[in-house]
């Protein structure tokens, strides 16, 4: 059974950063596109960054593009968020999302979730 489990969030005032895991377990995942979505109170989830299985592409949402960046590393089975210059608008609970189809980039569809890490940022 594919599992995700997601660490790293907090509290962290703005300006500064924080670094989200996502640790996979029973799946291969390095023939798996990742991807970090969040959702923020009172609002739908929506999508953050996304990364290909090889780690060569990624893609990022328009409002945190230069700010995050998000990684893998298959030996580890764990794909990272790097969150600089953070912002109080940032402040939502993120997600780690997995596409269970095999190898596919561009446009993947995350059907796989975690429960989800709780990132705050005080303004």
């Known amino acids: 059974q594919v599992q995700l489990v997601e660490s790293g969030g907090g509290l962290v005032q703005a300006g500064g950063s924080l670094r989200l895991s996502c640790e996979v377990s029973?799946?291969?995942?390095?023939?798996?596109?990742m991807g970090w979505f969040r959702q923020a109170p009172g609002k739908e989830r929506e999508f953050a960054a996304g990364?290909?299985?090889?780690?060569?592409?990624?893609d990022y949402a328009d409002s945190v593009k230069g700010r995050f960046t998000i990684s893998r590393d298959n030996a580890k089975n764990t794909v990272y968020l790097q969150m600089n210059s953070l912002k109080p608008e940032d402040t939502a609970e993120y997600y780690c999302?997995?596409?269970?189809?095999?190898?596919?980039?561009?446009?993947?569809?995350?059907?796989?979730w975690g429960q989800g890490t709780q990132v705050t940022v005080s303004s």
């Open positions: 999302a997995a596409d269970l189809r095999w190898r596919v980039w561009p446009r993947p569809k995350y059907d796989y």
């Open positions: 029973g799946r291969d995942f390095s023939s798996h596109a």
């Open positions: 990364i290909s299985w090889t780690g060569g592409s990624t």
